[in-house]
């Protein structure tokens, strides 16, 4: 369904993201696992059209999603990282807008927005500005305007950061109960605990580059009787995070 063939990205000649190739299918939630600053964003970026590529290409269908990417995005889903809104506008002039961009038929478009309102505890607030709004409702404003017009697939770049537990607990039950239903979904998160309860299968970046693709079974079983979290630490990071966390305790009441 949607393919990434040998995604590259260097922002001033330095690779943020080299020969990134994955394909995600309907039913599949694909985790993208990687501590900060190993391209997670940016291999979103260009999956979603808002980053060209510097080598390779984001195939949807076969075809180059830059070929109309108009249409793709009709099918596409996103929650950013960053809940950037236009903070003059209510939340629900915010979710109008989007789903008047999104060429949504008008008798959809309210009954929807007020729903989806109503089930991210968000009705109360819906003629607030959204200036009024904490990082938590944001999210799940921009929650809503990912999900409102029933995409196949979606993308969520850290979507539970700044949500309350009750609303992760959501939004992690929503995510598995979409790809069971057959949407291709892509998560992104630095949270290894998440990624292990979610999603079907794994890709590992560390430095830009995969270091591990495949279903979360098998990369669990890869390392027997080790956590996930433990595999995730052996494979991305250099540093001992035992070793460090008691270092920092000592330096706390160090002289
Ligand atoms: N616009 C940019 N200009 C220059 N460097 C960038 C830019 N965006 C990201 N980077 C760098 O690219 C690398 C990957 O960043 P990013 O994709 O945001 O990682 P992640 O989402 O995994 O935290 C980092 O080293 C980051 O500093
Ligand atoms: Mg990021």
Do not use: W
Request: proline content about 4%; hydrophobic content about 45%.
């Amino acid at each position: 369904m949607l393919e990434a063939v040998g995604l590259t990205k260097c922002y001033a000649s330095i690779p943020a993201v080299q020969e990134v190739s994955f394909s995600l299918q309907p039913h599949h939630v694909l985790g993208c696992l990687g501590p900060n600053g190993s391209g997670k964003s940016t291999t979103v970026k260009m999956l979603i059209g808002l980053l060209d590529p510097t080598h390779g290409q984001v195939l949807f269908n076969g075809e180059d999603i830059r070929h109309n990417l108009v249409a793709y995005r009709k099918r596409l889903g996103y929650v950013p990282e960053e809940p950037n809104l236009y903070p003059y506008l209510t939340g629900r002039e915010y979710l109008e807008m989007v789903g008047t961009f999104r060429d949504m038929p008008a008798e959809q478009l309210l009954p929807r927005i007020d729903a989806l309102l109503e089930l991210f505890a968000l009705y109360s607030h819906r003629h607030s500005a959204i200036a009024s709004y904490s990082k938590g409702m944001r999210q799940r404003i921009l929650l809503i305007a990912a999900l409102m017009d029933n995409p196949e697939i979606l993308i969520f770049d850290e979507p539970l950061s700044g949500l309350d537990v009750t609303s992760a607990l959501v939004v992690k039950n929503l995510i598995k109960l979409l790809g069971q239903q057959g949407r291709a979904i892509f998560y992104c998160s630095h949270v290894l605990e998440v990624v292990e309860q979610v999603c079907s299968h794994l890709l590992i970046l560390r430095k830009g580059i995969v270091i591990a693709h495949d279903t979360t079974t098998a990369i669990q079983k890869n390392i027997e009787h080790v956590s996930l979290e433990r595999t995730f630490m052996h494979l991305v990071e250099d540093v001992d995070a035992e070793k460090i966390t008691g270092e920092i305790v000592a330096a706390m009441s160090a002289a």
